[in-house]
């Protein structure tokens, strides 16, 4: 099957450390990102990218940064991780529509989660 | 601002009851779509329904179908027969044609099915 993959699962680091988190996708989606969830605040988006050479900040992108290595590759880093990015993170896809509505239209498709924490 | 709005942080019914869990939503286009996801303590997000504002018919899926009042900017996600399996936090979550393709989530609702 299609699928969205990422690694690590989980992740314990410490304070200042680099990190990156890896999310992989078989689905042919042009779109991908990376969202940020933590208890009692939903999903927060930190970066989005359209196509390798389209990449934009999210809602949270501060202390993050991005990397579009090929349509079926984005990589998050935290270029020197903080306690509080302690949290889950999600990679996500989502197709093309040649509409808006080839599939449904802003229909995103999850990875399984990387549970980080940061000490 | 577009916002989402889920009032209920926690709720819990027995098995195979019916639950319905709240969704509004903030926003002055009239086209733009809905969703419900769902996240069972595997922390996989899996969609659950979805629904297209310029439709009047209210989706449903198999137990699950919504309540959607367009006027009030209500979604509300009914599940009928409610099963162990169902114990999850779901999303309420919407997306406009002209936002980048960027989703608008609303906080979860902890839904425990208790046995």
């Known amino acids: 099957d299609a699928d969205v993959t990422q690694t690590p699962r989980n992740r314990i680091t410490k304070t200042g450390k680099r990190i990156m988190l890896e999310c992989s996708q078989t689905k042919g989606h042009d779109r991908m990102y990376w969202y940020r969830q933590d208890p009692g605040l939903g999903l927060r988006l930190i970066y989005y990218?359209?196509?390798?050479?389209?990449?934009n900040k999210g809602e949270i992108s501060d202390g993050y940064s991005v990397s579009r290595q090929a349509q079926a590759k984005f990589s998050l880093s935290l270029e020197s991780a903080i306690p509080n990015q302690t949290a889950l993170y999600f990679c996500?896809?989502?197709?093309?529509?040649?509409?808006?509505?080839?599939?449904?239209?802003?229909?995103?498709?999850f990875g399984p989660g990387t549970r980080l924490t940061v000490l | 601002a577009q916002t989402v709005t889920q009032s209920q942080p926690e709720m819990s019914v027995q098995e195979a009851e019916t639950v319905t869990l709240s969704c509004t939503y903030d926003?002055?286009?009239?086209?733009?779509?809905l969703f419900w996801y769902k996240q069972p303590p595997s922390r996989q997000m899996i969609l659950v329904i979805r629904?297209?504002?310029?439709k009047q018919q209210n989706a449903t899926e198999n137990r699950f179908s919504v309540n959607f009042q367009k006027a009030a900017k209500s979604f509300s996600l009914k599940i009928s027969d409610s099963q162990l399996g169902d114990t999850a936090m779901y999303f309420c979550?919407?997306?406009?044609?002209?936002?980048?393709?960027?989703?608008?989530w609303g906080a979860g609702t902890k839904l425990i099915i208790k046995p």
């Open positions: 996500a896809t989502s197709p093309t529509g040649t509409s808006g509505r080839a599939t449904f239209f802003g229909e995103q498709f």
């Open positions: 629904q297209e504002a310029y």
């Open positions: 926003t002055s286009e009239n086209n733009y779509y």
């Open positions: 979550a919407f997306i406009q044609p002209d936002s980048n393709y960027q989703l608008i």
């Open positions: 990218s359209f196509d390798v050479k389209d990449i």
